[in-house]
Every structure is written in C-alpha cells, then in structure tokens.
C-alpha cells in the first residue's frame, strides 16, 4: 500500500517526510484493519516530523484522525463488522489495570500507547486499530468533516472540560486553528462568551462568524475578564499573558503536547486569587463519545483544507507556516 513516514525527523523545509510502499498491516487479535477515506492533519503530526517528540520506533506512519471502513478483523474481534465506517483517534491502547485506567483518567495510564507515534497511523491507505479504541462513525455525511473530530475535536473538549468553565461563563481561547475552531463552538452551543485571540486575520473573521463575542491579537486583552481560557497556540510566552487575562477563580488550560518554554511567572499577577495553571494529557474514550455525541447535537461547522494523499508533506509544511485556515485534510 501508499503511505508516509517520518523518514528522518527534523526542520519541515528538510523534508522529513517520505513516501513508501509497505505491506497491508495484518490486523492482531481483537483488531480491525481499516480502509482509510480520509486522515486529517493534527499538530502533533507536525511535532512527530520535526522531532519535538521523539521518535519511538523507526519510520512510523503519522495520522491519528482517521476515517474508514472496516476491511477485516483479526483473530477473536467481535465487531464492528467489515463495511462499519469507525474512527482512529490518538489515544490507541491503554493497560486496563493501573490505577488511572481503573479511576476514569485511563488518558495517564503510564503504558498507553498512540496512533501515529506507537504504531502506524493513518497516512497509508490502511491502518490497524484496536476495536475496543475506535469510534463507531454514522455511515452519512463526509470523510472529509469527520476526521478533524478526531483529535482536534476530542482533545479540544478535553481541554475545555480541564478549563472548568462555568455555564454561561467567560471563555478566552489563545490560537485558533482546527481544535479551538470546534472548541469554540461547542462552548458557544453550550452558553458560553467566547474571546479569541489569534495573530491570524483570517482566523479572527472566522471565530466571529462561528459566534465569537470578540476577536482579537494574540497578544491582545480581552475586552472582559475570563473565568477559563484554553492556550492552543504551541507558544509559552502567551501562559502570563492568559493567567493575567484570567478573573479571581480562573482556570487556563494548555491544550498541546508540546509547547515553547514558559517564561518567569509573577506570583501575584499571574497565579494568585486562586488562578489555576492546567496541562490537558491526551483523553479518555468516555471524553470521545461524549464529544462525538454532542457534535452530532451541535453539529458544529467544520472547516476544513482538502488535500490529496500524494501533498501530504504540502498540507504539513502549509501548517507549519500558518497557511491552512480550520484542519488540513487528506483525502483518498
Ligand atoms: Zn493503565
Ligand atoms: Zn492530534
């Protein structure tokens, strides 16, 4: 089959990304092999090819927002059968009894394992994925405007669920790409007064059309103060900037896996009163379904790039420069 590794981790502009021809991966007991129709672009994707994350096997194929449908199933699978359309998403395989799988935080367990970094993702035109992790996808509607629920949309509602933002409350959100894009809608579904902030004029004319309350510079105040806000944006510089835009009480978020160094913080005005600093790790299945269940609520507007399979390193690179307006996805 097609697909992309991370060939040899470094700067976008050194083309660390490399077209192979491998093998249909054979599906392992209590696994689907899925026929992929479309594989959104997630940041993280970005961070694997430029080896901000390091590399945990050797010329893994990225791509963890994933729709298809189900080829085959291997040894001892109950379902879904051959023909289901499912989901792969980041968060691939956890133990099942540490004390965080066993608490409801199965998103800590220390052995789980993800798609795209552990195993092989979706930038192939076949990925395996253990049933028991992928998501059960209605059989209508576009490839295309599912996949970016994957992990843009999941972890954004991890994050603003980290952000304990109060019904009707103030949201700021610090970067609006394809993750704060959805965010943003569901907390304005939900009553929310949402604020972005975002160097992207483009991006600013988007949140307002999505129901923004305001739109503003990154770096800019919001024009009230937030009882929560989300940092999107991979860029530390910005964590005093949203703790200071925080009420007494507030709640920031930091929604990436990887992000810039934090600058010196000033105890009192960025922490004191009771304003809390949050990472957000992953998510849990139960995260998942509850936001693929309010998406088909909402249905929020999905924006989205196409790309063909063949420009993946295009859509990576057009990310890495702030080109690509809501998610870049590939396309079979
Ligand atoms: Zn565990
Ligand atoms: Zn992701």
């Known amino acids: 089959m097609d697909a992309w590794v991370v060939a040899r981790p470094g700067p976008i502009s050194t083309h660390p990304l490399e077209r ?3 093998p249909i991966p054979v599906p392992g007991t209590g696994e689907l092999l899925v026929r992929v129709e479309a594989c959104a672009v997630c940041r993280t994707d970005l961070h694997l090819a430029e080896g901000d994350l390091a590399p945990r096997r050797p010329r893994t194929v990225p791509g963890h927002e994933v729709v ?23 968060l691939r395989s956890t133990c099942g009894h540490c004390r965080y799988c066993l608490g409801g935080a199965e998103n800590l367990c220390p052995a789980s394992t993800y798609t795209g970094w552990d195993a092989d993702g979706g930038y192939a035109e ?14 209508e509607g576009s490839a295309e405007t599912f996949a970016p629920l994957l992990c843009a949309g999941i972890i954004g509602y991890r994050a603003l669920l ?31 007064a949402v604020h972005v902030m975002t160097r992207s004029e483009q991006a600013r004319e988007l949140a307002m059309a999505l129901g923004a309350r305001s739109a503003g ?16 944006a991979p860029v530390g510089e910005l964590v005093p900037v949203a703790l200071a835009a925080l009420d007494r009480g507030g709640t920031l978020a930091v929604a990436g896996i990887h992000l810039t160094d934090i600058p010196v913080l000033n105890y009192e005005r960025h922490l004191f009163q009771e304003r809390t600093l949050r990472s957000v790790t992953a998510n849990t ?3 998942g379904r509850a ?15 196409p790309y063909p399979f063949d420009a993946a390193d295009q859509a990576l690179a057009d990310l890495a420069a702030d080109r690509v307006e809501g998610a870049a996805v590939l396309l079979f």
């Open 68 to 90: 298809g449908r189900v080829a085959a199933l291997g040894p001892g699978t109950a379902g879904p059968p051959a023909g289901a359309r499912v989901g792969v998403a980041w």
């Open 126 to 139: 076949h990925v395996t994925v253990p049933a028991d992790f992928a998501y059960l996808l209605p059989d």
């Open 162 to 192: 980290r952000a304990d933002l109060p019904p009707g409350g103030r949201l700021g959100i610090y970067g609006f790409g394809a993750s704060a894009h959805l965010t943003a809608q569901i907390a304005v579904a939900q009553g929310a």
């Open 217 to 232: 510079g990154a770096w800019d105040t919001p024009p009230e103060p937030l009882d929560a806000a989300i940092l999107f």
């Open 20 to 22: 192979a021809r491998l």
């Open 285 to 287: 299945r139960a995260d």
């Open 291 to 305: 936001f693929l269940d309010l998406a088909a609520l909402h249905r929020p507007r999905v924006a989205t790039t």
